[in-house]
């Protein structure tokens, strides 16, 4: 089955203890991102990655970081979360960069930093 | 810049009720595509179609139905007897080759009463 899989699915976290959120697709998609969604701003991009070794900032990239080592993965690391991190993030995958493809969601993270 | 707006943030209706959500777009790009997603209270974000700048053919899926018209820039999204199940957030977006990151509206809550 077609799936993007992110864990973990809900997490507590204390300000400044950092944090991995995996992601990780099994559909062989050459783009990979990662939103945040915030009541009343919709999703928003934190960043993207075209594929193997080739990431770039969103709008939002202040504050994490990722990783793309295999074509699989996509890792979002929080080094020092704070408050303002608290959100719903979702991975999403595509085929490629062609904006028309369709882009397939995790099942969303919820994290809360106190 | 690409902008999606979705100017409803909340509709109530009651079990049975047509319901219409609309999505206004702008972009520079003369191809691009609109998309509509679905999150129900569970917080996962379903696909629900996929629409290019060159195909203005109105489509229906059994109760969902879509109006896309180029001319007011307009994607619209109408339910009809609408049922407690479509109770959601929904949420259109824009992917153009001008731009590296899709862009989504803000959402518009669906709340259906019994």
């Known amino acids: 089955e077609a799936q993007v899989t992110q864990n973990p699915r809900y997490l507590i976290t204390v300000t400044g203890k950092k944090l991995t959120v995996t992601c990780s697709q099994n559909?062989?998609?050459?783009?990979m991102s990662w939103y945040r969604q915030d009541p009343g701003l919709g999703l928003r991009q934190i960043y993207y990655?075209?594929?193997?070794?080739?990431?770039d900032k969103g709008d939002v990239p202040e504050g994490y970081k990722v990783s793309r080592k295999e074509k699989r993965n996509f890792p979002l690391i929080l080094e020092s979360p704070s408050p303002n991190q608290t959100s719903l993030y979702f991975c999403a995958s595509s085929i490629n960069r062609d904006s028309g493809n369709t882009i397939y969601f995790g099942e969303g993270s919820w994290l809360t930093v106190v | 810049a690409q902008k999606v707006t979705q100017a409803q943030t909340e509709i109530s209706v009651v079990e049975k009720e047509d319901v219409t959500l609309d999505c206004v777009y702008e972009t520079r790009d003369t191809t691009y595509y609109l998309f509509w997603y679905k999150q129900p209270p569970s917080g996962e974000l379903v696909f629900l179609i996929r629409r290019n700048s060159f195909d203005e053919q109105n489509e229906i899926s059994g109760r969902y139905s879509w109006n896309f018209q180029k001319s007011t820039s307009s994607f619209n999204f109408t339910i009809t007897a609408s049922q407690v199940v479509d109770s959601a957030v929904y949420f259109c977006a824009l992917s153009a080759p001008g731009s590296y990151i899709p862009t989504f509206g803000r959402g518009t809550s669906l709340i259906v009463h019994p």
């Open positions: 559909m062989n998609h050459e783009y």
């Open positions: 990655s075209m594929n193997v070794e080739v990431t």
